[in-house]
C-alpha cells in the first residue's frame, strides 16, 4: 500500500469516527469534537486527492564549449545557460514585464559594451543601473543582483561570455565575443571581442 493509501484510508477512519460522534454520543462537547474532526478528515482527503508532483532540483546540464564551431553556437549555449543554470530568467524578463523583478535584458546586447555586461554580471555592484528606458520616473527594483562568477551559480567566464554572446544575438546585433578567445580563456584570463557595441 503507497503512503498517499494509507493517509486516505487513515482520514476515512477518522471521519467515520467524527460520524459515529455525531449519531450515537449526546453530549455536546463532544459532538463538537466529532464535528470538529470530521471537517479536519475531509479537508484531509480532499488535500490528498490533489495529484503529488515530487518537487525535485533542475536537472544539471553540462556545456561543452570546446565543440562551438561559431559565434552562434555560443550564444546557442548562452541561451541554454541563461535560463537554466544562470538562473537569470528567475529575475530577469526579455520584453516588457511587470512582474519582473529586475530589468528588462531586450536589447541590453547593443546598448551595453560586452566589458559593461561582464562587469554587471562579475561586480554587479560596481554601476546601479536604473531602468530609464520606461516614462516616468526610473523603477527601483526590489532583488539585488547576485554575483553571477561566484556560488552558488559559479559561472565560469566561457560560460559568463557564451551569455553575452546570447544577449548580443537576442539583440539583433553582430555577435564580438570570437569563438578562438573564448575557448582559450581561463579562470585569470580575459576575452577579446571584435568591437565595443552600445555604450556605458
Do not use: W
Amino acid at each position: 500500500m503507497s503512503e498517499v493509501a494509507l493517509l486516505q484510508l487513515i482520514g476515512l477512519t477518522v471521519v467515520g469516527c467524527g460520524i459515529l460522534i455525531l449519531l450515537f454520543i449526546t453530549s455536546k462537547f463532544l459532538r463538537v469534537v466529532g464535528f470538529v474532526v470530521i471537517v479536519l478528515g475531509t479537508f484531509t482527503l480532499i488535500a490528498l486527492g490533489v495529484p503529488q508532483m515530487p518537487s525535485l532540483p533542475p536537472a544539471i546540464e553540462t556545456f561543452d564549449i570546446a565543440k562551438v564551431k561559431t559565434p552562434d553556437d555560443l550564444a546557442s549555449i548562452g541561451q541554454k545557460i541563461f535560463f537554466s543554470k544562470g538562473q537569470c530568467a528567475l529575475c530577469h524578463s526579455i520584453g516588457p514585464s511587470e512582474s519582473a523583478r529586475c530589468p528588462d535584458l531586450k536589447g541590453i546586447g547593443a546598448k551595453l559594451a560586452p566589458e559593461f555586461i561582464y562587469e554587471s554580471l562579475t561586480e554587479p555592484q560596481a554601476y546601479i543601473y536604473l531602468d530609464f528606458r520606461h516614462e516616468g520616473l526610473p523603477k527601483e527594483y526590489p532583488a539585488r543582483m547576485p554575483h553571477i562568477n561566484k556560488n552558488p551559480i559559479a559561472l565560469s567566464k566561457q560560460e559568463i561570455y557564451s551569455v553575452i554572446a546570447f544577449l548580443q544575438k537576442m539583440s539583433g546585433e553582430p555577435i564580438s565575443v570570437k569563438v578562438e578567445d573564448v575557448l582559450g580563456v581561463g579562470e585569470e584570463g580575459d576575452v577579446k571581442v571584435a568591437s565595443v557595441h552600445g555604450a556605458y
